[in-house]
């Protein structure tokens, strides 16, 4: 079974003992939460290579390297090789944010038209920076600090990436046909 498949086989209110302490990222706030073993959590998302689980209440996202914690093969983190092109880099960045997901929403955050652009600069000593420019759905969305988080850890996977910023911008504010057809066929809005 793939990493996806794996992830994929599970469904929503499924309840997963935590096999140990687990760092997990707490929605919407952003930061990152230690959940400990013996906890039960209850799948609320199984989308991309996270996992959006309840616990106690709150929502949480725990990352591929993670799964581990759940019963699930830990994901090795997203990486590219070192001599990658400019072309590769940025190709490998748009396919990470393709796993990127709206904890609340089914639909990953380039096909929901989130994500404006990406730019990567080179410096002087070989590395680069890559500056996701993205928006939110609605302008008081509390996901933005989850979703950004979740982009640069996986982002951060090529060696070449010294540093990846995320600009939330609401100009132009967000519409749903800025979604993908995938999206509206998978959310209904057609």
Not at 43 to 51: D, H
Not at 157 to 173: L, M, N, W, Y
Request: aromatic share 6%; charged share 25%.
């Amino acid at each position: 079974m793939s990493d996806i498949e794996q992830i994929a086989s599970l469904h929503k209110g499924q309840e997963l003992p935590l096999q140990r302490d687990v760092e997990v990222i707490s929605i919407p706030f952003g930061n990152s939460v230690t959940l400990t073993e013996d906890s039960v959590v209850s799948v609320m998302q199984a989308k991309g290579s996270t996992l959006s689980v309840g616990f106690e209440g709150r929502l949480y996202l725990i990352e591929g390297a993670n799964l581990d914690a759940v019963g699930l093969e830990a994901m090795p983190r997203p990486t590219l090789h070192e001599d990658a092109t400019d072309e590769e880099l940025e190709q490998f960045v748009w396919d990470q944010l393709r796993t990127c997901f709206d904890p609340e929403i089914p639909v990953n955050i380039v096909d929901l038209g989130l994500v404006y652009g990406c730019r990567i600069e080179r410096l002087i000593s070989g590395e680069r920076i890559v500056t996701i420019r993205m928006t939110l759905t609605a302008p008081g969305c509390g996901m933005g600090d989850v979703i950004a988080a979740d982009a640069r850890n996986k982002i951060l996977g090529a060696p070449q990436v010294s540093k990846v910023h995320t600009e939330i911008v609401f100009d132009p504010p967000w519409s749903r046909e800025m979604m993908s057809d995938e999206a509206k066929l998978e959310l209904g809005m057609f």
